[in-house]
């Protein structure tokens, strides 16, 4: 005889799994975790039309700004795994504030499913025109000889600008000073008047100011130099092998999202990511598509979060 217990667990299973494969049968909540306009948007607004072409429904898109990014990640933790609640992240919303805030809004593994890697953003490292520093080289040189003198700025602390910079200072063996600040926009006020040192930021932040000669370019912080900027070397070409800090933009499902269901997205993702259009949209924004599997997607989270939980560790980063 067939024991009793595994029958009615198998029967259970069954609804779930039809309910997998009819899905979506109506519109579907995409969560953007910053305000409209944002590199968040830009991104999940571009992939929007080949999603619903994809998924046949409707996606439903509602900017929940707040806490960092962590606000829409918690509502998408609360969420049924059904598929209708699904959120457009980023590395810092989903792998690095949460376990900064006390208490943690979420745990960045148990209550959230990677599903692709929708797009990155690189970072460059950009001094002033008038810094005697010209290339990466003379950077390094230059903050070795003055330790505790040079500064860097962020857009605020545990942002990708700051861990992208002790990222760097830990492993080149720099101490340099964070000047933190509220939002971009202040940031790049007093790089390009020659009050701050350098900056660690995203590359469509500052390449209007480097095409106009207003800052200079001396590294890119992505695996593999970019497009925009191909004169310009990588930090891991410079003697630091595998150095790789980028702003990553994911599609997340709420813990427990069926793998049929995340399938889908997948599926979509990558089509609109081939779609020559949607390309062309966002690398004039700046991005770099992503694409991929759903391991390659849980692969990364779990780098990242590692990772960036030993750089805060060692730096003894706290928000306020």
């Known amino acids: 005889m067939i024991p009793r217990r595994p029958l009615l667990l198998g029967a259970l299973a069954l609804p779930s799994l039809a309910h997998a494969q009819a899905y979506p049968t109506r519109s579907i909540n995409f969560l953007i975790p910053f305000a409209p306009g944002g590199g ?6 571009a992939l929007q039309p080949t999603l619903q072409e994809e998924l046949g429904q409707a996606l439903a898109m509602e900017n929940r700004p707040g806490a960092s990014g962590t606000l829409a990640v918690g509502q998408l933790a609360r969420a049924r795994p059904d598929g209708y609640t699904m959120l457009m992240t980023t590395v810092s919303a989903s792998a690095v504030v949460p376990p900064l805030l006390n208490p943690p809004p979420f745990d960045i ?13 690189p970072l460059v490292g950009v001094v002033p025109a008038s810094s005697p520093v010209r290339d990466f080289e ?29 990222l760097l200072s830990a492993q080149a063996g720099l101490r340099m000073t964070h000047v933190p600040f509220r939002g971009t926009g202040q940031a790049v006020t007093e790089i390009l008047a020659g009050r701050i040192d350098i900056a660690f930021d995203t590359l469509p932040t500052y390449l209007p100011h480097i095409r106009a000669g207003r800052v200079r370019a001396i590294a890119v912080t992505m695996p593999q130099r970019v497009e925009w900027l191909p004169d310009v070397p990588t930090v891991a070409e410079k003697g630091f092998p595998g150095f790789d800090a980028n702003v990553w933009y994911m599609v997340m499902g709420p813990p427990g999202l069926p793998e049929a269901i995340a399938a889908r997205w997948v599926a979509g993702v990558n089509r609109g990511l081939n779609d020559r ?3 062309a949209r966002i690398s004039e924004a700046g ?3 992503g694409g991929g599997t759903q391991a390659d997607a849980a692969a990364l989270l779990r780098r990242d979060a590692d990772r960036y939980a030993q750089v805060i560790r060692q730096a003894a980063i706290k928000l306020d």
């Open 40 to 45: 968040t948007d830009i991104i999940a607004r």
């Open 109 to 121: 593994h148990r209550d959230q499913t990677p599903v692709v890697l929708a797009g990155t953003v």
């Open 138 to 166: 003379g950077f390094l040189a230059h903050a070795r000889a003055n330790p505790g003198v040079l500064n860097y700025s962020s857009s605020g602390v545990a942002t990708q600008q700051h861990l992208a910079a002790e």
């Open 277 to 279: 259009g949607v390309r």
């Open 287 to 289: 991005f770099i598509p």
